[in-house]
């Protein structure tokens, strides 16, 4: 159990200390967590930047092929 404050003093102190523990928690959150989820969503993004170009890559092959296919059955 913790001590309760008596006097204005000691609440002042008390939320003083209180205070600073948080600016403490979120600047650790802030610049500790946030900082590498960033990393970890930039990895990501290359990543599925990468399977993006694969797959609009592929689909130009089979339209290709498809188009190729179609102007050859036309012609003879």
């Known amino acids: 159990m913790t001590k309760k404050p008596r006097t204005t003093s000691e609440h002042l102190i ?31 993004h290359g990543k599925v930047d990468k399977l993006l170009y694969l797959i609009m890559a592929g689909m130009g092959a089979v339209l290709l092929t498809l188009l190729t296919y179609f102007i050859k059955w036309n012609f003879y």
């Open 14 to 44: 008390s939320l003083y200390g209180y205070i600073t523990g948080l600016k403490k928690e979120v600047n650790t959150i802030k610049n500790n967590h946030l900082k590498h989820m960033h990393e970890d969503i930039d990895k990501i």
